[in-house]
């Protein structure tokens, strides 16, 4: 039994207490980087091919180089998988400009940086009731999509962390976040949805949002239902006055709003839309044809042999 999870570092498998970078790395010293957090489920890692394509997107916004092919960065989080004989986990991947000179320019940075942490979770599947979150609209605002884009998935968290920290100051559970302009936009790590009469209704990219693979997942999934599905710019007051609101992001599925800034969603309970969408995504995350199988050449060995 390996008593420490193995981490993928640049081309080398490490224990967890030597998997180390040094202080000069920009993805430390300016948050110059990308990153993707993924789920794996009962042995398949859900959408990672749409993860690593986000990466490697939110890396060419940066003009970062990632030194491996795609196809190699799917099989490099599947390897570390293997090794860590994991069926269900939580995967950070992480690619950061590498180390260079102590000045913001990255010109001076060798090749960069690529790491893969593994960490086990307990279960195979999200637990049969969603949360229930009691949120606070924060006076934190998006980073507008001519600024620092929260469409690039990069290590600049700084604009999420200080909306964390009012909602603790508020003693709710998260964060939601207006645009610049004070449309909403999502929470520091979750996309935003709201109901109303039936209709279901989510902030567009112009609102500054993250390009969540859930979100995008949930969209075909309403559509998929025969509910209608709207992308468009939210209000406050809409999201105040709505019938059902819910987030969806990778490391809760979907999540119920229960309360924003003091006013009660609903029921303040799980709505009956969120109630069948959480259902069914659930039932989704595990199933093969949604991700990426991590052990499929032991399968088909296993098949053969018999
Ligand atoms: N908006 C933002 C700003 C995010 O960071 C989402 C929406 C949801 O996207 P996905 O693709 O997950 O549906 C995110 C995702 C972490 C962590 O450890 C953060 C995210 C995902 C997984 C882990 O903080 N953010």
Excluded at 154 to 160: D, E, G
Excluded at 162 to 175: C, F, H, T
């Amino acid at each position: 039994m390996q008593s420490e999870t193995l981490v993928y570092l640049n081309g080398e498998f490490v224990p967890k207490s030597e998997a180390k970078i040094s202080v000069f790395d920009h993805g430390l010293l300016y948050g110059d980087g990308v990153f993707e957090g993924i789920r794996a489920f009962g042995g398949s890692v859900f959408k990672l091919k749409e993860h690593v394509d986000r990466l490697y997107q939110s890396a060419a916004c940066i003009e970062l180089e990632i030194p491996m092919e795609r196809e190699r960065m799917v099989e490099t989080v599947t390897e570390t998988l293997r090794k860590n004989n994991l069926r269900d986990s939580y995967i950070r991947l992480v690619v950061t400009r590498g180390s260079g000179d102590m000045s913001v320019n990255p010109a001076s940075c060798g090749e960069g940086t690529v790491f893969v942490i593994t960490e086990p979770v307990a279960s195979s599947t999200f637990p049969k009731d969603p949360r229930i979150l009691k949120t606070v609209i924060t006076s934190v605002r998006r980073d507008p999509v001519d600024s620092t884009s929260h469409e690039i998935k990069s290590l600049n968290y700084l604009n999420s962390v200080l909306a964390v920290l009012e909602a603790n100051r508020a003693k709710v559970d998260y964060p939601v976040m207006l645009d610049h302009r004070g449309f909403v936009s999502e929470g520091s790590t979750m996309n935003i949805f709201l109901v109303k009469d039936g209709i279901i209704i989510t902030p567009p990219s112009s609102s500054g949002i993250l390009h969540g693979i859930t979100r995008e997942r949930v969209i075909e999934l309403c559509r998929d239902l025969k509910n209608q599905v709207v992308e468009r710019e939210v209000t406050p007051f809409e999201l105040y006055t709505a019938d059902e609101a819910f987030f969806t992001g990778t490391l809760l599925g979907l999540a119920a709003v229960g309360e924003v800034s003091g006013k009660r969603i609903g029921t303040g309970g799980v709505g009956p839309v969120t109630r069948r969408l959480y259902d069914e995504f659930r039932d989704i995350v595990s199933r093969p044809e949604e991700g990426t199988p991590i052990f499929r050449v032991e399968k088909i060995r296993q098949v053969r042999k018999r």
